[in-house]
């Protein structure tokens, strides 16, 4: 079936350099697509999105980029931190989904920010 | 009321007994969603209902799971005849129609 799922499962990075976390996706019906970061214990928490007449979309320290061609989406940490630290979840829907903002999430990747 | 909250944070059951969690949305927002998580993986969505009406159901809910929303505040998600299986953190969201999804921290199952 349509699925979301990451390349790596984990990412150690150094304080002070970018992080890269890479999701690939394969309902091509997908239009809009989101970026959760979750800590241990904790419930999901927004980061950013983007819907599919985008291919780049900024925030405060994070970015977001949409390969249609490749079906690929990637998030870019800025200055990563040892806050940033925690499990980032794609996630995505469709608009042929009729489920209000049902969303179909990725398995997750970990990122280690070490000191 | 600044997010979502969802009550109890954690229990713990023997197998075959019946477990009830709450989930209080944010005052405004008119959807609320359940999504199940296990270790390591990304939430699964179960269902979702628009005001008081349960408008969606996975076919993870199986007919040992209910939920509902009776005065399209709060809600509440059954589960019926605990299996181990059942173990997982189950997750409350809410949103503006089709706006973002807030989560709340989620209560976590655990069927010894």
């Known amino acids: 079936g349509e699925s979301v799922g990451l390349h790596l499962p984990t990412l150690s990075v150094q304080e002070g350099d970018n992080s890269i976390i890479n999701c690939a996706y394969s309902?091509?019906?997908?239009?809009?697509f989101i970026w959760y970061k979750q800590e241990s214990g904790k419930g999901p928490q927004f980061i950013i999105d983007?819907?599919?007449?985008?291919d780049k979309r900024q925030g405060q320290r994070v970015t977001v980029l949409l390969n249609k061609t490749v079906k690929h989406l990637s998030l870019q940490i800025a200055a990563t931190q040892p806050g940033d630290s925690a499990v980032y979840f794609c996630a995505e829907n469709s608009a042929q989904e009729t489920s209000g903002s049902r969303l179909t999430f990725g398995e997750g990747t970990q990122l280690t920010v070490n000191p | 009321d600044t997010g979502v909250s969802q009550d109890p944070r954690h229990k713990i059951t023997k197998r075959g007994q019946n477990v009830t969690f709450r989930c209080d949305p944010i005052?405004?927002?008119?959807?609320l969603y359940w999504y199940r998580q296990t270790l390591g993986q990304g939430p699964e969505f179960l269902t979702y209902?628009?005001?008081?009406?349960?408008?969606?159901k996975s076919r993870l809910l199986s007919d040992r799971f209910s939920a509902e929303r009776p005065k399209g505040s709060f809600s509440t998600l059954e589960i019926q005849r605990t299996e181990q299986g059942d173990s997982a953190m189950y997750l409350c969201?809410?949103?503006?129609?089709?706006?973002?999804?807030?989560f709340g921290e989620g209560s976590r199952l655990t069927v010894l």
């Open positions: 209902f628009q005001n008081e009406a349960q408008l969606e």
């Open positions: 983007i819907r599919s007449n985008m």
């Open positions: 969201a809410s949103s503006l129609y089709t706006g973002e999804l807030f």
């Open positions: 005052s405004e927002h008119n959807r």
């Open positions: 309902n091509s019906a997908s239009d809009y």
